[in-house]
């Protein structure tokens, strides 16, 4: 079991360090194409894009296939899409290569919850999780910043067909080492699409949305933010976001643990805490120490809040959760594509470059409202006797076989 995990963080980490080694690598492709900085930054709004939309769609499109087979297939297009963008003639299709790869993306954390869920107890599950997220998170300390290097000493080329041989292993991986576990029988799309009218399901996104979003406003612009307000020197960013990376290592493993042992009020301390820290992030930005430390704490308390929300879901879309995890995937990204949007809006309307720090303790604020709304809906529920899961359409089969004994 700790292998199969293992196989699936591998493939999390190639995943994690395609996503973000482009921001590094940006001015290079610019130059080699021909192209402004601002027409290169499509290939970051390509892959978010392609990661919200890419989500349900492969996620649908594997309904009928193992979930083993479908993670085999993902890590297929996701080796595909890094080779066509290693080898692209013309930006076009370097672009193309890039939604390919991110159509991966969403579908490969949502499914791989569900099977890494599925390997452990019931009282180990957002340790397993985090578990394969520590694989995304490891490629923002280590992949990022040798894809960078690399790139900028070597070729930007060559960091991307490394990271398609990263696909290779974690495919060999998978197809090694990961139990090809039967999906539960009678579920059908109509069961996953069910999920969708859970309340629960719709707050622990809604959720996600804002938590993760918090961490992007301010992530997002921490370079202008540490360069014009801190006073480090532009070299510096790259282990600032080292930290910010090592801060996520740890928060993912700390939720991770303690999500099994009570999760809601794991996520009322995070989101608590993040939407304090971010909100003195105003103050301690004008200090090289203080912000270095806050931006650790911003990694470690956002990535705190990613195995119990992805549980969350899991558990109340119980019995068919793989679309509902997917899609909470692509939730984690329409919060960063809004909250990089607003903390843009505000540095634009003059606020300063410290201004995103009070949009993302607005949206960490607000995703813990939710997570007290959620909260009281439950013990309501609960009250009433009603369980707020999914019917699927296994519990409809146990249901008739019950009433035909």
Do not use: C
Not at 123 to 131: C, H, L, N
Not at 304 to 324: E, F
């Amino acid at each position: 079991m700790p292998l199969a995990l293992l196989a699936l963080a591998i493939g999390a980490f190639g995943i994690g360090t395609t996503e973000f080694v482009i921001t590094g690598l940006l001015p290079e492709i610019a130059d080699d194409f021909g192209v402004s900085i601002p027409t290169a930054g499509f290939l970051v709004t390509g892959y978010a894009l392609g990661v919200l939309f890419g989500a349900p769609l492969m996620t649908v499109l594997g309904t009928k296939v193992s979930r083993k087979r479908m993670l085999m297939l993902l890590m297929g297009l996701f080796i595909v899409g890094n080779l066509l963008s290693a080898i692209a003639p013309v930006f076009s299709v370097m672009l193309i290569g890039r939604v390919v790869a991110s159509l991966a993306h969403g579908a490969f954390f949502g499914i791989g919850s569900v099977v890494a869920a599925d390997l452990v107890a019931p009282d180990k599950k957002a340790g397993a999780i985090a578990m394969m997220f520590t694989g995304l998170t490891v490629a923002n300390v280590v992949g990022v910043p040798l894809g960078t290097l690399v790139g900028q000493n070597v070729g930007w080329r060559v960091t991307f067909a490394v990271v398609a041989a990263l696909g290779v292993v974690g495919l060999v991986g998978i197809a090694r080492l990961v139990p090809d576990v039967p999906r539960a029988r009678g579920v059908r799309l109509r069961h996953e699409l069910a999920a969708f009218k859970n309340t629960q399901v719709l707050l622990a996104m809604a959720m996600t949305v804002l938590g993760f979003g918090g961490v992007f406003a301010a992530i997002t612009y921490i370079a202008p933010m540490m360069t014009h307000v801190a006073g480090f020197a532009d070299g510096s960013v790259t282990w600032l976001l080292v930290l910010f990376g090592l801060g996520m290592v740890g928060g993912n493993l700390i939720g991770g643990r303690y999500a099994d042992r009570a999760l809601m009020p794991m996520l009322y301390v995070s989101l608590g805490a993040l939407a304090v820290v971010l909100a003195l992030f105003t103050l301690t930005a004008h200090d090289k120490v203080l912000a270095a430390v806050t931006i650790a704490l911003i990694g470690a308390l956002g990535f705190a809040t990613v195995p119990p929300l992805q549980k969350r879901v899991l558990d109340q879309a119980h019995g068919a959760p793989t679309l509902a995890s997917a899609v909470n995937i692509g939730a984690f990204n329409l919060g960063n594509a809004l909250s990089a949007w607003l903390g843009g809006f505000v540095i634009a309307a003059g606020l300063g470059y410290t201004a995103p720090n009070w949009v993302g303790a607005a949206l960490a604020a607000g995703a813990l409202l939710l997570a007290v709304v959620s909260a009281a809906l439950e013990r309501r529920d609960s009250a009433r006797g009603g369980s707020g899961h999914v019917v699927t359409g296994s519990t409809v089969a146990e249901r008739q076989r019950a009433v035909r004994h």
